[in-house]
């Protein structure tokens, strides 16, 4: 096998390739138009526009399309790639939405770690006062690439466990779109690479990337735009897809109200995704013509009376946290569908209020369209304003305490067994907490006046990101893992990543907080020492490579037990979802025949009760 | 430019399962939810659009535009709404000689707005026509400019699928009954459409002319 025949090869060529044309076309356009022939804004974007055509032309993710164009019929290839070896097929454009889910899981963990170790190193820096080694440009440019790793990261996570499992869990054979599907994930490659070729050129106003601010620093930041706006249309598609798949492919007798609860959760951040995305895409997109062309959307320019005939800044935040806000209830309604999918399963009880979870799941998203303002309480608009976003802000509060009663509904006298998936289910629904509780001091106007911008905010989204995704991501890897690789993974080594990743949470996430409270502001390379949080800083420091080490032993354990894990057996935590009734692994075709629903899915425990049914199992 | 992916699927068959018409009636349902889910998150672009125009002009100015050349662009635009409606039904009825003349008169009225928009209202050629904005000067002319750019890529689009679609229909593809391309591309350039609907009031009706001098 030749490495050229690796699609992810062929698109990594294509990006170079594209990078260097788009380049040369705008320098040669420049000349052409009698204008100096470099530009690094102009330059660079044409550039890169072109390397991420490049790359998905190099792939092959736009192929079938373009046969279409001209009348070519291209029907689906099933199966590893003719004359290759299997793994091969992780590694270009293949169809099936099993291996669309964990290309799109392993580049999730993947940019995990990248992120992760970013955070590290400014960590290192801040775990002492003065400047030891990160100058602050470098500090800045290392914090704010964290964020948009990290923040991809969780997308792409996103996109794993719905990918994989949708369909399973309905049922469906593939999603509604599978070309569409490869596309939205594929696009995301040549953004990731993108989004890190701008580190070696600095970014440096922290993920938002606010005007007036990344108007003037380097070229980096068009870098950025451009990938985040990629991510974004991935965004898109991919929920599309997701919500076309689960209105139209249920099987028989699946109503919306006897869906696994999981996919509740993902059709609620589908919507948000396939709407309010748009809007950091044209805030980008703005933010890029206003560097390139020098359009004045958020530049004041005063004319000789006085009057600004140019943009305002705080247009951009407006439309920023139209999307960013919802955004994080896209990162965290997947995680706490996992937690409400996986507690029936280990407590052997039926899930407390099915219908208000899954109906709290779309509450969340779409009062979740109506708080963006909560981020802009000290940016100076109408003060009235603050009293709108407050109270919309807090009712955020009610659907999330519904979750909250369900699962403790659930656990409430039930037949409770503590496998490493259960134990991050309940790190997860611990962290949350913590997160959740210190969201209604900062949606108050009032006391996020004194805590906007110090380490309280920082503390608050990181325990309601690890809580409401990263927990519950872990524990959705540990306890599908047997379906996905056929093998069961190490409990023991599962424990210790456990209780080593939870303490150390809690610990970085109260550190972080109390730093908040004592005046820490954040991004910030030095701090006074006058302060008093050296102490802490150094905590929240340990904590986090105590964090870092952890995952590095789950990296290890899902490595090694691919290859010596004991046999799982098709269904090793007797769970009801359709997807636990197929072998392990799951084969090429999910489902040998289409299956039917007879009963409500999570009926753990009643004597009799059953949810699916397998054709052709009359006989059972 | 994510239009392409989601519409451009006319023979979008599921060619793997067994029951053919069955299949084809389902992937068009699914194929149908996608086009308006598409829509529906294309209308956050465009409201978002509209919402900066709003925000930095308020309602009550808004620049100087010729407004003979915006009536004429904005005619000429619903008109060819109505010459992609009878392309449709001609392929529906069998028509394809019908058809192929008025899709590519759809796409002839799309070219004319565009030169409308981009000789007339970006001035882009100073030797035929002056423009009164340039997309640096103020707020009137980034939004203009964006607002208008935003639309045209759409109509390019548009006009990008209708030669596609028109291509493969001389070959054959299309029946009255199997024509999803066709439908897509229609329901496109509606939508496409009903957008400058709302861009047109807001650009050229709503609020008082302002003049600024050149800066």
């Not at chain 1, 028989?252 to 995305?277: E, N, V």
């Not at chain 1, 005046?519 to 105590?546: C, E, H, K, S, W």
Request: aromatic share 14%; net charge neutral.
């Amino acid at each position: 096998m030749r490495i050229g025949s690796l699609g992810l090869v062929r698109g990594l060529v294509g990006y170079f390739a594209g990078l260097i044309v788009g380049m040369a076309v705008v320098v040669i356009l420049r000349l052409a138009l009698g204008m100096s022939a470099w530009d690094q804004e102009a330059v660079w974007v044409g550039g890169l526009i072109s390397a991420i055509i490049g790359f998905l032309l190099g792939v092959g993710a736009m192929s079938d399309w373009l046969k279409w164009t001209r009348g070519i019929e291209t029907p689906l290839h099933h199966g590893p790639p003719a004359g290759k070896p299997a793994w091969t097929r992780y590694f270009g454009v293949d169809y099936n939405h099993k291996v669309i889910g964990i290309q799109y899981g392993v580049t999730g963990l993947f940019l995990l770690v990248v992120g992760g170790s970013f955070a590290l190193v400014f960590r290192t820096e801040l775990a002492d006062t003065g400047i030891s080694f990160l100058q602050p440009g470098t500090y800045n440019t290392f914090l704010s690439m964290h964020a948009w790793v990290a923040l991809a990261s969780i997308l792409l996570g996103v996109g794993g466990i719905a990918n994989y499992l949708v369909p399973l869990m309905i049922g469906a054979e593939d999603m509604a779109f599978p070309r569409l599907n490869a596309f939205a994930y594929w696009i995301n490659v040549p953004a990731i690479v993108t989004l890190l070729i701008s580190m070696l050129f600095g970014w440096d106003s922290g993920w938002t990337a606010y005007p007036p601010l990344s108007l003037l620093g380097p070229v980096g930041y068009q870098m950025v735009f451009l990938a985040i706006f990629t991510i974004g249309l991935s965004s898109i598609l991919g929920s599309l897809n997701l919500i076309v798949t689960m209105l139209m492919m249920r099987p028989k007798g699946m109503t919306l109200f006897r869906m696994p609860i999981l996919c509740w959760a993902i059709l609620a951040t589908s919507i948000i995704q396939l709407t309010a995305t748009q809007l950091i895409g044209q805030a980008f997109l703005m933010l890029s013509f206003e560097r390139s062309l020098g359009m004045p959307f958020f530049k004041p320019i005063y004319d000789a009376a006085g009057v600004n005939i140019g943009g305002q800044p705080i247009l951009f935040q407006h439309l920023f946290w139209f999307y960013s806000h919802p955004a994080v209830y896209v990162f965290v309604l997947p995680g706490l569908g996992v937690i409400s999918e996986l507690l029936p399963v280990f407590a052997r009880k039926p899930l407390f209020g099915y219908r208000w979870v899954a109906l709290s799941s779309l509450a969340i998203a779409l009062v979740g369209f109506l708080v963006w303002g909560h981020h802009m309480f000290t940016s100076g608009y109408q003060p009235y304003l603050r009293v709108v976003f407050m109270i919309s802000t807090l009712l955020v509060a009610v659907p999330t305490g519904v979750k909250f009663f369900s699962w403790l509904g659930t656990l409430w006298g039930g037949r409770l067994i503590f496998p490493t998936p259960m134990l991050f289910t309940l790190g997860a629904i611990s962290v949350f907490l913590i997160g959740g509780l210190s969201g209604p001091i900062l949606a108050t106007a009032a006391t996020d006046l004194f805590l906007h911008d110090t380490y309280f905010v920082v503390g608050h989204f990181h325990a309601t990101i690890f809580g409401g995704f990263v927990f519950p991501f872990f524990a959705a890897i540990y306890y599908w893992y047997p379906k996905i690789t056929g093998r069961m993974y190490n409990e023991t080594l599962g424990k210790l990543h456990f209780w080593l990743m939870t303490p150390g949470f809690w610990l970085m996430s109260l550190a972080q907080m109390t730093a908040g409270t004592m005046g820490m502001r954040r991004r910030i390379a030095d701090y006074d020492p006058a302060l008093g949080v050296q102490n802490v800083q150094l905590l929240v420091t340990i904590a986090g490579f105590v964090i870092a080490f952890s995952i590095l032993i789950m990296i290890y354990n899902l490595f090694t037990s691919a290859e010596i894990g004991v046999l799982a057996g098709n269904n090793p935590w007797r769970s009801r979802s359709p997807e636990w009734q197929i072998p392990s692994p799951v084969p090429e075709h999910s489902y040998a025949r289409p299956i039917s629903i007879v009963g409500e899915p999570y009926d753990y425990g009643l004597a009799g009760s059953s949810y699916v049914a397998m054709a052709g199992a009359g006989d059972d | 430019m994510a239009a392409i992916t989601t519409a451009a699927q006319p023979t979008a068959l599921h060619h793997d399962t067994h029951a053919g018409h069955d299949n084809y009636a389902a992937q068009l349902r699914m194929n149908r939810l996608g086009l308006w889910l598409f829509f529906i998150s294309e209308a956050f672009l465009f409201g978002g659009l509209l919402a900066t125009r709003f925000f930095l002009w308020g309602a009550d100015t808004r620049p100087e535009l010729d407004q003979t050349i915006g009536l004429i662009v904005t005619s000429v635009l619903l008109i060819s709404s109505v010459s992609m409606r009878l392309a449709e039904t001609a392929i529906e009825r069998g028509n394809r000689r019908a058809f192929s003349i008025f899709i590519l008169l759809t796409a002839l009225f799309g070219l004319i707005f565009l030169a409308g928009v981009m000789v007339f209202e970006w001035g882009l050629f100073p030797s035929i026509y002056q423009g009164h904005l340039t997309p640096w000067d103020n707020k009137y002319g980034a939004v203009v400019f964006a607002m208008t750019g935003m639309h045209a890529l759409h109509v390019i689009s548009g006009i990008v699928f209708i030669l596609i679609v028109w291509n493969l229909a001389r070959k054959g593809s299309f029946s009255p009954e199997r024509h999803w391309g066709v439908e897509s591309c229609a329901i496109y350039w509606h939508y496409v459409d009903v957008v400058w609907i709302f861009f047109y009031p807001a650009l050229y009706l709503i609020g008082n002319a302002v003049h600024i001098a050149a800066h």
